[in-house]
Structures are given as C-alpha cells and as structure tokens.
C-alpha cells in the first residue's frame, strides 16, 4: 500500500466528513432557500455548459459565482471553437491565445506543460474541473470544452500556490444533444492525428442519462527539429444521470499516455542561444519520455431550489513517468567570442528516472443565493481534503560522450553508464476551508470578500546515492523532513457599476508557497529539501485596478486592469550557510493588461490582448540574485492575436500573431543570460463542403521564424518551423 493512503492519512476523514456535510446541508438549505430572491435568475445551472464563439460569458468553475464581467479579477477564457480555429493540439498551443503567458522547458522535475503566468511559474498552478492536477505530462485538450485562465494570486480559490494566477482546465460533459463528430489531421510536420467526440441520450438508463466518449491518437515530429517526436493517445468516457433535474450525478475518466522523444533543444553560449542551426539536435536517438495519466472523477450535484446548490466531487489521479534524455551544456573553459563556434564541445548531461504521483481528493461546494435585510448575497462555501503522494527517483549519467557545438552527431549511440541519484518518497495531507460572499448593495455597488484556511502536512523522505565511480550507484545520505503549514488566504473587493454592462473594480488578495508545495520537485528554488528545512511558506499578495465593458450589444467584451504583484519573503541563498535558503528576498511584478474578445461584426470574431511585465528583484542578501535584476523567464510586453472572418455561407479565413519581448534565464550569471524576442504569424481557412463535412487549412510560424519559445535556465527549445495542417472534419 502506497505511503499515501497508510491508515495514518487514510481517506476516510474525508469520507466521513462529506457525509456528515452533505446531511447537515439537507437539513440548513431549505430553509435558506426560502429567503432566495425570487427575481433572480437562474445561473446555477448552466455552469459549465458549452458555448460559441470567442466570447464567453459565465466562467465554469463554480467557486466564481458571478459572470466575467462582474468578476473582479481579470480571466481570459478561450472555448472550443476558438481552440479548433486555432488547430491547437496541446495546451501550450492554447496558451498562445493568452498574453501574459511565458513558455518554459522541462527537466526532470519539471517535464509536461510548464508555464510562467504574470510573471511567476505557474508549473504547479493547473487544475482541471476545478481540482489540483499536478502530473508532469503534455496536456491535449482532445478532451476539453474551454481554458480558464484566472490571473493574480487565488489560493481563497483553489489553497496552496496561485501566485501568478491559475489555469482551469474544463472538461467536456455529457449533454442531451446527441451528436458524433470526427477529425482527421496531416500535416507537413509528419503529424497524423484523429479524434472523435460522441454524445448520446441513454434513454434506457432513464430520463437525463446520457453517454460521452472522446478518444484521440496524434503522432507528429517538430518542424526544423531534428530526431524529435511526439506521440500520444487519450480517452475520456463519462455518463450522466438526471440532467435537467434537481440531482445530477457525473462519473467521468480520463486517461492519456505519450510515448516521445523529448526536444531539450540548444544550449546557451557566452549569455545567449548558441548561434547554431535550429535542426541541432545534441541528444541520443534512443532517448525516451512516457507519461501515463489516469484520472477518475465523480461528481454529484443537488439543487435545493433555483438559489440554492451543493455540490461534491471526488476524485482519483495516478501519474507515472519514465524517461532518460540529453540536457546539453556548452564547455565554457577557456571559450571566448573569438573562439571558432567548431572548436566548441557540448556536454551532454544524461537526465533520467521515473516516477509516481498519486491523489485523492474530495471537495464540496456550497452555492447560494438568499437576501438579508434586503441586502442580496452571493455565496459559495466549501472545503477540500484529502492525501497526495509523489516517489521519483532521478538518475544521472558518467561517461557521456560530448558533442561539437556546430554539427553533433545526432546518430551517436548512447554509451554512457545511468545512476540513481535520488530517491524521494512524498507524503503530504490537505485541508482546506473557505468562504467568499459577494453583496449587492444595489444597482450600482458590489462588495466581495473572502477567506480561506488551508493546512498542508507534507512528510519527505530522501536517499542520496554515490556519484563516484568507485561506489556508483550506492546509498549514502538520507533526508527526513516533516511539515506542518497552516496560513489563511484572503480577498477583498469593490465593484461599481456605472451602467448594466460596465464595471470599475478593485481587488486585493494572497497567497501563499509552501515548501513542499511541489512535492518531490527537489531540483526546483521551492522543493523541500535541506536548504528549506524550517522555513515558513512564501507569502504574496496583489492589488488590482480594472474595468470591464460588454460592448456592440454585448457582443464584444472588454477587460483592462493595472496591478501590483509582490512576493514578500522570497527564498534566497543564508549568506552565512551555503547549504540553507532563508526567507529573506522580495520580488516584484508591476503589470497591465487588456483584452478584447467577442463579435465586432455579426461576420467578424477577434480575440487581441496584451500585457505589459516589470519583474524584478526589489530585496535580495549577498549570494543571491542582485536588488534590480529581471525575473525569470518574464517578457516586458507580449502581444497575442486571433481573428476570423466569415466571408461566404461556407468559407471562413482567419489569421493572427504572437509577440514577446526578450526573456532571461539566468539573471544570477553575469551577464545575465536571455533570449530575444520574436513575432510569429499564423492564418487559417477553412470550408464548408456540405452541412456535415469541413475542411481546414492552418499555417502556423507563416514566416518560417527562428525563434526561441520554451525557456530553462540550461538550455531554450526552438519554436517549429512553418507547419501546415490540414483537417477534414464530420460533424452529424
């Protein structure tokens, strides 16, 4: 039995305790129900629901009990059609309608979709249907209706984390429609990929049931790249009962598997990507990643009136991994920039393991709607609990053969000797509760605010092994670390609303980072290890200026917001204890933002946004990164665009671009080490050959751009080539 669910953090207090809730519940709502305001209209029940074009009104995640505009706090939503116009096949490709969003790359702890978000990373801030979903694997949204992206600080939300902001994945859902669509796609990247997506009324199981399937298979290699493929399979079967009732219940799995060879790119050079062919390839044709993800979700709804609903959902998640690639690290000794680019070595630094992560959660809201005094509230209450565990065990390599910096050799056979370095046994428990009640006082004024109070025991168990050749491979020291953390959250906001479709909000809130916030990520500044022993969680907090207008009729939305983002007490290097960090650094990020979404014409959909980052280090100790430098993998400004155009009945183009500015990735070094920024352009058409059959075209990187797109501070991954795609579609 794995660590995670011993009979010392057995699931059972929290099974437990939703029963006991639940039936506590059943017993308070009625009679709060009867206080419900009866000229309220019903938006409970279409959280979720699917939507049309590039403006979405009504955020899914049911904790934000107000629609976008209303909802002090800047998110940008990209549905469906959006990331089928965009021919989007992972998530880092539907970030890319989102400005504010760095791309980074992975290492061992930190493989799959990695993100920096208004200027923080965001690795460990992705959720799906509104739970934590922290697996190291390339995310597809084969099996998604839309992305949230929530920006700022939202631990009130969503516990531990949030610092930049979160992303909320949504999940396609059973409906009554009925429906069968079917895609096929190739392309000039050697991409062959299909998905089908089925829903269908099971009128035999009774009234409301219905039946959901989405499967996909997608193959591709990187155009530009070298050796680099990708290849993954997913399915996602859920049912629903009671649709259109009063009592809902959902059971939904979703499992999806890749089997690559992984792409850690170039290495930097003197302070900047090695001036070399972007088909550079520097690992071994027999490096491998292969990624397993199964999640299996049971959620139940029950609504006591219009006014008045619970929910809770439980859920079950395994991650597994197993992977060996080539970091490549340029041989600096005695390189100068006079040094010919051919005398240069690169070290091919072996990364490899494998690893499980595991979670069990529960989580129950409470969403109401009721009037005190004739003070109309909006309230949602809830709690989450439950174990999380992660055992990696990474290895190392000796006797790896370097490579010329110029020209590797890309069919070298591997001939080096893999080690355990570590292995590591994370066991951590979750609790957390939390309540947010908006108020309207009146047409014109809106309070909001919240508090949340989460406690986070996590038990870290460490085995280090020789690196020596003598000993290779053999046990020598250990690490046990246990701790506790408790912290509250908080929010507050104002709202006014000078017209129905306009408001003026300001909002401040916090969140916190534990140490162990992201388990067994030892390599990372925020994995609990020895140099974290004792230390308090970071803390951070926000404060946001913004406006929202729903414009041409409610067709277009507008959002723009000013904010401050500071980072209180940020680990840092103890000057007197090169083994120890102490909370003694302070990070800063000043921002704006707007985005602009919807309709302009009945014909014509746009989606633009741009966001404006200073980050930086504002207090730092001897040893640690200096008062004034750049943070992290930070654009100042980044620019991203879409838009579609409907020139006939069947015959639809669209086109748009990405910019960000210079990037560092290692502002440590002297100098710091950075990136340049790049504009790339993309276009669409597609056609409607009858009313169930669509053909696509979708030009990405039109220009064909060498740019540089996911960032570590060891290595940068290429953006791809010019890619075309091509996708015969059935719809019935």
Same mark, same amino acid.
């Given at each position: 039995?794995?660590?995670?669910f011993s009979?010392?953090s ?8 939703s029963i006991a ?24 029940l279409? /959280?979720?629901?699917? @939507?049309? *074009? ?9 904790? =934000?009990?107000? %629609? #976008? ?13 959006e990331i089928?116009?965009r ?6 490709d539907v970030?890319?309608n989102?400005?504010g969003?760095?791309m ?12 920096t978000l208004?200027g ?21 949204p084969?099996d ?6 929530l920006q700022g600080?939202?631990?009130i939300l ?5 610092t930049?902001g ?8 059973p409906?009554?429609?009925?429906f069968? /669509?079917?895609?096929? @796609?190739? *392309?000039?990247d ?5 998905t089908?997506? =089925?829903?269908? %009324? #099971? ?5 409301g ?17 070298d ?13 629903a ?5 009063a ?7 979703l ?12 290495p ?6 090695a001036?070399v ?10 490096d ?5 993800a199964?999640?299996?979700t ?8 219009a ?29 100068t ?21 595991t ?6 809201d ?6 005190t ?7 949602a209450a ?10 990696p ?6 006797n790896?053969p370097a490579?010329?910096l ?8 591997f001939?080096g000797?893999?080690f ?12 957390g ?9 009146g ?10 109070w989460?406690?986070f ?12 050749a ?7 020291t ?24 306009g408001t ?13 916030e ?7 500044v925020r994995?609990?290890n020895t ?6 969680p ?11 207008w729903?414009l ?10 000013v ?7 940020a680990?840092?290097?103890d000057?007197?204890n090169?083994?120890?960090n102490i ?13 602009i ?5 009945k ?10 980052l200073?980050?930086?280090t504002v207090?730092s ?6 008062v ?20 006939t ?5 669209g ?20 990136i ?6 993309d ?18 990187n ?8 996911q ?17 015969l579609?059935?719809?019935?």
């Amino acid at each position: 039995m794995s660590a995670a669910f011993s009979p010392r953090s057995t699931p059972l207090p929290f099974v437990a305790g939703s029963i006991a809730a639940a039936l506590f519940a059943c017993e308070a709502m009625p009679a709060l129900a009867q206080d419900a305001p009866a000229d309220t209209p019903d938006r409970i029940l279409v /959280k979720g629901q699917p @939507t049309t *074009g590039y403006k979405v009104d009504e955020p899914a995640l049911a904790k =934000l009990t107000q %629609p #976008v505009i209303d909802t002090p706090q800047m998110i940008a939503i990209t549905g469906r059609q959006e990331i089928e116009d965009r021919a989007a096949t992972s998530l880092s490709d539907v970030f890319r309608n989102s400005s504010g969003i760095a791309m980074g790359a992975g290492e061992s702890s930190w493989q799959g979709t990695n993100l920096t978000l208004r200027g923080f990373n965001a690795r460990n801030d992705m959720y799906l249907d509104g739970m934590r979903d922290f697996g190291s694997y390339t995310r597809d949204p084969f099996d998604l209706e839309e992305v949230e992206v929530l920006q700022g600080p939202s631990s009130i939300l969503f516990g531990r984390g949030s610092t930049g902001g979160v992303v909320n994945q949504v999940s396609k859902a059973p409906t009554l429609k009925g429906f069968l /669509k079917a895609e096929g @796609t190739g *392309g000039t990247d050697s991409m062959l990929r299909g998905t089908v997506d =089925l829903d269908a %009324p #099971v009128k035999a199981l009774g009234e409301g049931t219905a039946f959901r399937l989405n499967v996909m298979g997608h193959s591709q290699e990187v155009t530009g790249r070298d050796q680099v493929q990708y290849r993954r399979f997913g399915v996602a079967p859920s049912i629903a009962f009671g649709l259109g009732t009063a009592n809902r219940l959902t059971l939904s799995y979703l499992h999806q598997s890749e089997d690559d060879v992984p792409d850690y790119g170039l290495p930097y050079l003197l302070g900047s990507p090695a001036p070399v062919a972007r088909s550079n390839y520097y690992g071994f044709g027999s490096d491998f990643l292969k990624t397993w993800a199964d999640v299996l979700t049971a959620k139940y709804e029950h609504d006591f009136s219009a006014n008045v609903t619970l929910r809770d959902q439980i859920r079950y998640a395994s991650y597994e991994r197993r992977w060996r690639d080539t970091e490549p690290q340029t041989i600096t000794t005695g390189v100068t920039a006079a040094t010919p680019l051919a005398n240069i070595q690169v070290t091919r630094a072996l990364q490899g393991g494998h690893s499980r992560e595991t979670m069990l959660q529960n989580q129950m809201d409470l969403l109401a709607r009721f009037k005190t005094g004739g003070i109309e509230h909006n309230l949602a209450a809830g709690w989450e609990i439950g174990p999380e565990s992660s055992k990696p065990t990474y290895d190392n390599g000796i006797n790896m053969p370097a490579a010329s910096l110029l020209s590797p050799n890309e069919s070298q056979a591997f001939t080096g000797t893999e080690f355990p370095r570590v292995s590591v046994s994370t066991t951590a428990f979750t609790l957390g509760a939390y309540l947010i009640d908006t108020i309207k006082l009146g047409s014109h004024w809106q309070v909001s605010g919240g508090v949340r109070w989460d406690r986070f025991d996590s038990h870290y168990v460490a085995q280090y092994y020789s690196n020596v050749a003598a000993t290779l491979g053999q046990p020598t020291t250990s690490q046990n670390v246990h701790e506790v953390d408790s912290k509250p959250s908080w929010r507050g906001s104002l709202v006014y609303k000078p017209v129905p479709n306009g408001t003026v909000y300001f909002d401040y809130s916090t969140s916190f980072n534990p140490s162990a916030e992201a388990l067994s990520q030892i390599t990372a500044v925020r994995s609990l290890n020895t140099g974290n022993i004792g230390l308090k969680p970071e803390e951070n907090e926000t404060f946001e200026l913004g406006t929202k207008w729903n414009l041409l009729a409610n067709a277009l939305q507008l959002q723009t917001a000013v904010f401050r983002e500071d980072k209180t007490n940020a680990r840092v290097p103890d000057p007197t204890n090169a083994a120890a960090n102490i909370l003694a650094g302070d990070q800063r990020v000043d921002g704006g933002e707007i985005e602009i979404a919807g309709n302009i014409t009945k014909a014509w959909q746009f989606n633009a946004s741009y966001t404006h980052l200073i980050g930086k280090t504002v207090r730092s100790v001897t040893g640690g990164p200096a008062v004034g430098s750049p943070l992290f993998n930070v654009p100042r400004d980044s620019l991203a665009l879409w838009s579609s155009y409907q020139l006939t009945h069947r015959l639809q183009i669209g086109g748009g671009m990405n910019y960000q500015s210079r990037r560092f990735a290692s502002p440590t070094t002297t100098p710091w080490t950075s990136i340049p920024g790049y504009t790339t352009f993309d276009a669409m058409a597609k056609y409607q050959l009858s009313d169930h059959i669509r053909f696509q075209v979708n030009v990405k990187n039109l220009t064909d751009k060498y740019y540089y797109d996911q960032l570590h501070g060891f290595h940068v991954i290429p953006g791809e080539g010019r890619t075309a795609l091509f996708t015969l579609a059935f719809t019935g």
